[in-house]
């Protein structure tokens, strides 16, 4: 099972590389619109700055951590038995798991979403429209402690999720991918219009056949000329 599993983590690394490609195009189609970027960049660079030189945020990280692992388990139907958050670790004891338990952590901003379900329900009773800035200010911060955090527990750390899920390569492959999408999901809320997800979807469905299709015929012409 594990050697399928980092069978499929190289089949999909050009699948990887296609959704970076377009994520980095959507990037970049939204940099015009000055304001809304500022508020985000600015979020994002007041919260690396504050990691970096004053608190690195690790039991807030530990505790969404956790959480998300319970949540997710949850939804899935597995019972969670307890859950403990330290400072700098955590656990879930739970009657079984699988891949979408075990990396959502990676892969779920939980601050970021919290903050887009508090704006959501607080402007069905007030128009929150004048502090839009001051939002997109938020989400920019907390899709920064994701990030950041998320590549801080990857490097610094011997993570027993990676194991668990299935290896290294396998789960690090799913968690690259799966946040870039995240990422171009969170500039589509942002910029609903700029953005078309269907395109960059097709443009890396498109691509990513295209370079199996390649793969494939060089290999079976190699494989014909040494037979």
Request: hydrophobic share 55%; aromatic share 14%.
């Amino acid at each position: 099972m594990r050697f399928l599993k980092f069978l499929l983590a190289l089949i999909l690394l050009p699948t990887v590389f296609f959704v970076c490609v377009e994520t980095g195009r959507i990037l970049l189609s939204v940099l015009g619109h000055f304001r809304t970027v500022l508020a985000f960049v600015a979020g994002a660079g007041v919260y690396a700055a504050v990691h970096y030189t004053l608190y690195d945020f690790s039991r807030p990280y530990v505790l969404v951590h956790e959480f998300t692992h319970a949540l997710v388990a949850f939804l899935f139907g597995v019972h969670v038995k307890d859950i403990s958050i330290k400072r700098e670790s955590g656990y879930v004891k739970m009657d079984k798991t699988n891949v979408f338990i075990v990396l959502a952590p990676y892969v779920i901003p939980g601050y970021t979403l919290l903050t887009l379900f508090l704006y959501c329900v607080g402007d069905l009773f007030v128009d929150l429209t004048p502090y839009r800035t001051v939002f997109l200010f938020f989400i920019g911060f907390f899709t920064s402690f994701h990030f950041i955090q998320t590549v801080k527990t990857l490097l610094e750390a011997d993570q027993p999720d990676l194991k668990l899920a299935g290896g290294k390569i396998f789960s690090l492959v799913l968690i690259i991918l799966a946040n870039l999408i995240v990422l171009a999901l969170v500039l589509k809320g942002l910029f609903p219009e700029q953005v078309s997800l269907l395109s960059a979807a097709e443009n890396v469905l498109k691509s990513t056949l295209n370079t199996w299709r390649i793969l494939v015929n060089y290999i079976v012409a190699h494989t014909i000329e040494a037979l």
